[in-house]
């Protein structure tokens, strides 16, 4: 009897797990985008050195996400986080133009992300950590009469892939289109 309950008890504990982890989570942890945030096209980044007015300057970057920094020159900044943006500017100024530079690299307004179809303000909106489709439908002036709300998707950036019939809850990145569909009634 003790063994029968035993295997039960098993059996009950793996189907729990497997329930349990069978749903994936819907939005990423705000902090962790913002923190790991890569730079790329359409991001504006504020650079600060201390006591250098004449270096302290902001940058929209283009396609290639290079700049042309004083003394310094041609600086890549794409693929990169601001802190390690900040660390390269620190160590390439340091010694021949400042003995210790202090720098500070902010991201002043985060790349595009778009919505569009039957929202009552279908444009670009700048990116901001913890976004989802919710969030971005909000910020597009919310769902137009004719708005389908079940028939929301996601065309993800840079792979084109579309994301048919997602949750409101689901997040939303840099460069993604939210595409509202048209209800019939």
Partial sequence: MKIMNLW????FSVLLAGCASSTPPLMDNPDAESKGYLLDAGDTVAINVYGE???TMKFILDKSGTIMFP???EMVLKGKTPEQVGAEL???LRGDYLQNPMVTVNI???RKFFVSGEVKIPNGFAWEP???VEKSIALAGGFTDRADRKEINIRLAGTNQ????VDVRHSVH???IVIVGMGFF
């Avoid at 039960?8 to 059996?11: D, E, P, R, S, T």
């Avoid at 579309?162 to 019939?165: A, C, G, M, S």
């Fill in 8 to 11: 039960a008890f098993i059996l």
């Fill in 53 to 55: 007015p004449d270096m």
């Fill in 71 to 73: 003394y310094i020159g």
């Fill in 90 to 92: 620190t160590n390439r």
């Fill in 108 to 110: 002043a307004e985060f």
């Fill in 130 to 132: 913890g976004l989802t």
């Fill in 162 to 165: 579309l994301l048919e019939n």
């Fill in 174 to 176: 840099p460069g993604d």
